[in-house]
């Protein structure tokens, strides 16, 4: 993938600050947000420990504390569909965008909330990241870091701004951001292009970081370029639409 100089990691070791409750509906959740709507990357497949079952389940929570929804990729197998139902369950509102191919619910079990079918995963792709506000990405594999990786490089590219988060729960990410740093350190990431990731232990404290997040990038001369939410068959076409 192309890199520019942009902003890539950023730790949060303090905790989270809970801001004033709004007293016009008892149903409005104590939490401000700014986000209407995060995007969350996360693996099929539960995992071997607790903790990361447990971090997806208070991760929902949060979310519908804060008022957010989600948006993923859908079904309720794994961490994805721990996540998705605790927002469910919690009466926040789930989107999950899911190919074709692997709607049948034997492949990916039943999406709590709204399904969006699209035709292939680069149009799932594009389609969570123009109803996402910010992304967080649990603990995953192969797919998780693939999404992760691209909205950080659509980050750097300038293609959006919006925050994107990593929960390190019990250091599952530590190599992967010792990775970021040896690559800055080799020159193949800007040192100004550590701002990009906001990593965090748990959902409180990750949240919040990422409602403090400022862009520190901005490449004007491919600030319009993005990835069309209807994407041709093997053709990536440039539109203004995942920017806002």
Not at 87 to 93: A, Y
Not at 140 to 161: C, F, M, N, P, R
Request: aromatic share 6%; with cysteine.
């Amino acid at each position: 993938m192309e890199q520019e100089e942009a902003s890539t990691t950023k730790t949060i070791t303090g905790s989270s600050t809970s801001k004033p409750a709004s007293n016009s509906s008892s149903k409005v959740s104590p939490l401000r947000s700014r986000f209407r709507r995060v995007c969350v990357f996360c693996g099929s497949s539960a995992g071997k420990k607790a903790s990361y079952q447990l971090a997806a389940v208070q991760l929902g929570q949060q979310l519908v504390e804060r008022g957010v929804g989600l948006v993923y990729g859908g079904g309720s197998v794994g961490l994805m569909g721990l996540v998705s139902r605790a927002v469910h369950n919690g009466g926040g509102q789930v989107i999950g965008v899911v190919p074709k191919a692997v709607l049948p619910s034997e492949l990916i079990g039943e999406t709590p909330g709204e399904l969006k079918a699209v035709s292939g995963m680069h149009q799932r792709k594009a389609e969570m990241a123009r109803r996402a506000d910010a992304f967080v990405a649990l603990p995953g594999g192969y797919g998780t870091l693939e999404e992760l990786l691209e909205v950080i490089t659509w980050a750097q590219l300038g293609i959006h701004d919006k925050p994107v988060g990593l929960l390190n729960v019990e250091g599952y990410y530590d190599s992967l951001l010792a990775f970021i740093d040896k690559a800055v350190d080799e020159g193949f990431i800007a040192p100004a292009a550590r701002h990009i990731i906001v990593a965090a232990p748990t959902p409180g404290e990750l949240l919040a970081g990422l409602e403090d997040y400022v862009p520190a990038h901005h490449d004007a001369s491919s600030a319009k370029l993005t990835w069309e939410s209807s994407v041709d068959t093997n053709t990536m076409v440039c539109s203004p639409d995942i920017s806002r």
